[in-house]
Structure formats: C-alpha cells, structure tokens
C-alpha cells in the first residue's frame, strides 16, 4: 500500500511538474506573474571592446544588377528595404561603435520605414504626428526639419519615400500616399502633385492603406500598391495620372479574424502610446496595425520588389478566390506573384498581366526580396518556412527557421548569404543552389542577465559591408512553445553583430522599440523609426520597469570616425581584391564600384584620407596598425 501511495505521489507530481512546464511555456500569463515576484533591478549593458577589423570576406561569385552598379552612390539606402529588390543591404560600412541614440522628432510614430539622401538627409512620412504630416526632411545631425508637407486628405501618407537621381548630378524625392502622390526637391520645392484617383472609405476593410512608391526604371515610371490590391502608376517627370482607372494585382481579400486583444488592453495601448508621444491617438489605431500584421481582410499585407534588369514586379498577396478549393470570396493561401508591366505606345495606356505565380498554404509573412541579379525570389510562408523560387516561380527549396518568420529577408550580395528574423531569433541562412542551411543564430550577450530576463531580436537585420545591423532587447519571453511567441522588451538598443559568427561586437540603448525596419545612413549611422508597442506592453505587466518611452526616429551616430574610415577602407580593399580576381566583367565592376563607394565614405568620415593615393590594401594595413598602436 506505501508503495502504491509513494508511486501515486510520484505520478503526481511529475503531472504537476509537466503541467506547470507546459503553462508556462503555453500561455502569457504565467511567465508574466513569475517575473513579476523574481525579477530585481533590470541590470545596465555590459562593457564591449572597441571591435577589430571584421574578419568576414566576399568570396566567390556574386550575383550583381547592372542597373544598380551602374546608379550614382550606389548603396545608398533609398527605398524601404534599402533598394528596390528590398536586400536591406548597403554596399557601405556601418558605425563600429555608436554612442547612445538621440531621438529626432519623438512625437512622431513610425510603422514602416523611412530614406536617405545621399548626403544622409532623412525622408519620413510618420504614421501619426501632429499635423498629418505628409512628407518631411530631417536633418541626420542637428534632428531639425528642413522643410514639411502637410496632407490635404484625411490621412497621411505613411509610406515610405523613395529616392532617385535626377539624372543632373541631384535627387528627387517621391512619395505617394491612399489619395495624392507628390515629387518634391531636396530644397522642399513640390515639382508635382497629383490625385490617384483613389478615394478613402472607412467603410472598406484595407482603405486607405498604400504601401508607398516604387520605380520602373524601364517605363520611368513611379507605382504604388494599396493594400487592397490597387495599382497606381505616375509619369516620374511630369506627374501624370497614367491609371485614370486604378489597376488591381491578383488576390482575393484574406478571411478578417477576431483581433486577439481584449478592447481594454488595446485602450490601454492606444493610450500608452499617446502617453510616449504626448497627445492623443485614434481609437482604432492599435487594432489598424494588427489588422496588417495579421494580413485581415487585406489582399496586400507586404511590401513589393521590382526587377531593377526587366521591371518585373514581385509581391506576395493572397491567392485566388478559389484556389484554397473553396469560392467564398475569400483566400485562406498566400501567393508569389510576378507580375509584368506593359504600355501601349499610341495611347500610354498601362497593364498589367501575372508572368508567373506560385501558390502556397498558410499566406505570407514577408515581402519578397530578390537576389542581385532579381532571378532568385526568397519569401516566408505564414508558418515556419523561407522559400526560394526561380523568375519562373519554381520553387527551388524551403527551410524551416524554427518559428514563423515574422519580416522580409535580408539578402547580401556575396556567399549566399540570406539573414531573417523569426519570433525567437536572428538566423543566417546559405543559399547553396538546390538547398539551403542555418549558418548560425545570433548570440545577443549585450547584458550581464539571468531567468526570468532573456535577450532576443526585435527587427529585422541590415546587412552592411562589416557586419550585420538590428534592434535586440532585454526583457522577458512568453508563450515560448506557440508558433507566436511573445517578448516584453524592458530594454531595447541598437546591436551589431560580427557577419561571420553572429557575436555580439556592439551594443547602445535607445528610448522606444519598433515594427518598422532596420537602417543604416550612408554616413554609417544606424537609424531606427520607432513605434514602441511592444514596451507600452511591457510597462502594462511590468508596471515601472519598462524605462522611458518614445516615438521618433533613433539615431545611432558613429563616435569613433577613425574605426569608421579603417572599416570602410579595408572593406574596400576586399572589395577590390575580389573585382581583380573575376572573371565575369559586370561581376568585376560590381566589386570595383562597391570599393570606390567605400573609399568615398571613409574621405568623408575622416578628411585627412582624401587623396592618398596608396591601394586599399596598402591603407588597411597603414590604418589597422595606427589603430593597434593608439589602442
């Protein structure tokens, strides 16, 4: 009997133990109430070395455009994802060390992204401000406006600008919004504004949303693709209206859910986010963003990539009707879609015809980001999984990231390299051909810190010529066995990371966390557009812990332009290494036009460089042994 007893006791409690482990790892609660009785002081960041030179080498072939190697400041981050492939990569070299960030505009919410100039001016369009601000320009060092766009409709743009040369040695600015599109100089001045024809209704699941211009470079023209599958096309020199009747894309509109958030916790977060900007938001402004991230009733729920050789576009959206083998008017698959662009000459008319597509369960979580060359697509599925497919839509492979992938992919130029975010981690990820392999997940070590506090991911990777950019925080991790999980950022801040192993090389804190994107200035700062949900979240369960809170645009300056110029210059003697060593000439001018690129960067950060005429290799070794000395 003691022993039936003993064991009955035995049984129950391993029971209690797994339910208990199963608990915490399945809900938000539980971790969060445990948190709350264990955690002590949130600790400060731990001390960093100064970073040596990144070990990390171009090898091999890449893959290069013509049409980029051949533009004006070529890496320059002009689009939302840095180009029009959307690589979130700059062919320059980021700051190796940056101080603390400084908060530009703080009452300014961002979702997306934002542009630069070449000379780093900043181009924005926030979610929300005060004055429905359409379009502005910051600028990078002093955080003043240069001059401001207001919106003549009812809402504000809220995409993101693109940049390009004029083709007289300047730049134009384009921005098109739900209801105007606009072109505006670098002094402020409007070259031309026109209506898109679209018109708001509140009414309509996904009005009002316009994933911001796009360029092809092969009709010069200027595009826009509103989340309820509307497209748009604009003359890029004179404005003009060219779909008096707006095109659609493919897709049927997604299923709408249920918003998994209690109203009083989204009045609770639409309140907490007034608070961090300082004046009051909509009520629906929370609900509007999950209702994109969940891709609700939207046939559009991701950005769109443009072939910069044939202008094709690519964009993932929902599939037909009917191809989820049921027409209800509704699409439960996502869908790769690549889709070409043709003019009549007599009339200018446009249309549009599907060159290809791809169809697969579970929707998209991405938008598509193509290879160098645009004849390799990579996109997430809505669980687990990145794909790459083939300018056939053929698909070449899928792996599994281990947890849904939760933003686009990074995709470098050199070694294959593909860098994505899931909901736990930072991966990098070879493209070897016919497959693919995890090469490393990123070890964010930026505090001395124990359970309950972990250190995670919270934005996407940007890819810079001597190591990997993003936003990582301290904070505490929920519901870890979901194929959702959840982090409370308590702390937040900009990290660099070595592009060969994935450690931790550099690390600052900034005032709010984001959804939008990971960028890099081409004067090597790294830029943050912030919207601090997450931390408004992490307040509401860690009352007073969640540190200060709020909006704008975190600028991580470079506070050592020595290690700048020294990072620059041996890069581009890598660069130029290789670009002697390739056989293929567009694949040669590819790497010599990164290397003249990189010199130019390091001139500017430290003038003393300007016209040595030593070899990039030669000033490496010159500039690294000056460092070790002085270090």
């Not at 039936?4 to 209690?16: G, Q």
């Not at 997450?534 to 200060?548: D, I, P, Q």
Request: aromatic letters at 6%; one cysteine or more; a negative charge.
């Amino acid at each position: 009997m003691k022993n039936k007893k003993k064991i009955a006791a035995a049984i129950a409690l391993a029971l209690a133990v797994a339910g208990s482990i199963h608990a915490y790892r399945s809900t938000h609660l539980l971790p969060i109430f445990l948190a709350n009785l264990s955690m002590g002081e949130i600790p400060q960041p731990r001390a960093l070395s100064l970073p040596e030179v990144s070990a990390w080498t171009p090898e091999g072939n890449r893959h290069p455009s013509r049409a980029e190697t051949r533009m004006a400041d070529m890496g320059v981050w002009r689009e939302r994802h840095g180009d029009g492939r959307n690589s979130d990569e700059t062919l320059l070299a980021g700051a190796p060390t940056f101080g603390p960030a400084k908060i530009i505009a703080p009452d300014e919410l961002y979702f997306t992204a934002i542009s630069f100039g070449r000379d780093s001016t900043i181009y924005a369009s926030p979610n929300a401000s005060k004055d429905k601000t359409f379009l502005v320009a910051y600028d990078i060092e002093s955080g003043k406006a240069r001059w401001r766009i207001t919106a003549k409709g009812p809402r504000p743009a809220g995409g993101v600008p693109i940049i390009l040369p004029d083709g007289e040695g300047g730049e134009t600015i384009y921005q098109i919004g739900y209801e105007e599109a606009l072109a505006v100089a670098p002094d402020g001045t409007i070259l031309w504004r026109s209506p898109t024809g679209l018109e708001f209704d509140q009414s309509k699941s996904g009005a009002g949303l316009m994933w911001g211009p796009s360029y092809n470079a092969q009709l010069d023209i200027v595009m826009g693709v509103s989340g309820r599958g509307e497209f748009v096309a604009f003359d890029r020199e004179t404005g003009k209206l060219l779909t008096p009747t707006p095109l659609r894309v493919p897709g049927a509109p997604s299923p709408v859910r249920d918003v998994e958030m209690p109203p009083l916790l989204a009045r609770q977060l639409t309140d907490g986010l007034a608070r961090a900007l300082g004046y009051p938001l909509p009520d629906d402004v929370v609900a509007g963003v999950l209702r994109v991230v969940q891709g609700d009733g939207i046939n559009i729920a991701n950005y769109h990539s443009v072939d910069p050789e044939t202008g094709r576009i690519w964009l993932s959206a929902t599939a037909p009707d009917d191809a989820d083998g049921k027409a209800d008017g509704l699409s439960e698959w996502g869908a790769l879609y690549g889709i070409d662009i043709s003019r009549e000459e007599a009339t200018g008319e446009l249309s549009l015809a599907i060159g290809c597509s791809a169809f697969f369960n579970g929707g998209s979580a991405s938008t598509p980001a193509l290879r160098g060359d645009g004849r390799r697509i990579y996109v997430a599925d809505g669980e687990e999984h990145l794909m790459a497919y083939d300018s056939d839509c053929r698909k070449l492979w899928s792996v599994e990231a281990g947890a849904q992938i939760v933003a686009s992919p990074s995709v470098a130029l050199d070694n294959g390299e593909i860098y994505v975010i899931t909901a736990v981690s930072l991966l990098k990820l070879i493209d070897k051909g016919e497959s693919a392999a995890i090469a490393w997940e990123a070890d964010f070590d930026m505090y001395d810190a124990s359970f309950p506090l972990a250190q995670k991911n919270l934005l996407t990777a940007a890819i810079a010529a001597n190591g990997i950019y993003a936003q990582a925080g301290l904070g505490v991790a929920t519901k870890s066995a979901s194929e959702r999980p959840g982090f409370l950022p308590l702390r937040r801040g900009g990290v660099r990371l070595d592009r060969e192993t994935g450690k931790t090389l550099w690390y600052a804190e900034n005032t709010g966390d984001s959804v939008a994107v990971t960028e890099l200035a081409p004067n090597g700062a790294l830029v943050i557009p912030q919207s601090p949900i997450r931390s408004v979240l992490a307040g509401l369960a860690f009352a007073g812990k969640e540190g200060e809170l709020t909006g704008g645009i975190a600028v991580f300056m470079p506070d050592r332009p020595d290690l700048l110029a020294r990072d620059a210059v041996c890069s581009a003697a890598a660069m130029a290494a290789r670009g002697e060593a390739a056989a293929d000439g567009d694949m040669a001018e590819s790497f010599r036009a990164q290397a003249r690129a990189l010199m130019r960067q390091a001139a500017e950060a430290t003038p003393a460089l300007a016209g040595r005429t030593e070899a990039p290799a030669e000033l490496c070794a010159k500039l690294k042994a000056h460092w070790l000395k002085a270090e």
